[in-house]
């Protein structure tokens, strides 16, 4: 089992920044392609942005692109999403997920293939 723990959600204004981090621990970390999704108020859980096992590929929803950057580091069993330029849109509670590598494909959009599921953060963007 692989257990996941998000931490830095919060209140913060329009055009603001936040840092996430999801923290993994019970299995070899860089085994898992990591991803971040979020589910709004009234909304199905959507996807965000994907990282690689290694770290060598990326990913990202279209309205997120330029704005959010994702990040592993696998040495400290970590996985992180730096939101800047933070829009009313983007409140949700994001969740932090992993993926056993299926290389050569990683079925980054795809709910029922992510193995382990974090408890979730909050975010909330104000206008």
């Known amino acids: 089992q692989v257990q996941l723990v998000e931490s830095g959600g919060g209140l913060v204004q329009a055009g603001g920044s936040l840092s996430l981090s999801c923290a993994a621990s019970g299995r070899t970390f860089s085994d898992y392609n990591m991803a971040w999704f979020r589910q709004a108020p009234g909304k199905e859980r959507a996807f965000v942005a994907a990282?690689?096992?290694?770290?060598?590929?990326?990913y990202y929803l279209d309205s997120v692109k330029g704005r959010f950057t994702i990040s592993r580091d696998n040495a400290k069993n970590t996985m992180y999403l730096q939101m800047n330029t933070l829009e009313p849109e983007d409140t949700a509670v994001y969740y932090c997920?992993?993926?056993?590598?299926?290389?050569?494909?990683?079925?980054?959009?795809?709910?029922?293939?992510?193995?382990?599921w974090g408890q979730g953060t909050q975010v909330t963007v104000s206008s």
């Open positions: 997920a992993a993926q056993r590598d299926t290389y050569p494909y990683f079925y980054y959009t795809q709910i029922p293939r992510y193995d382990f």
């Open positions: 990282i690689t096992r290694l770290g060598s590929s990326t």
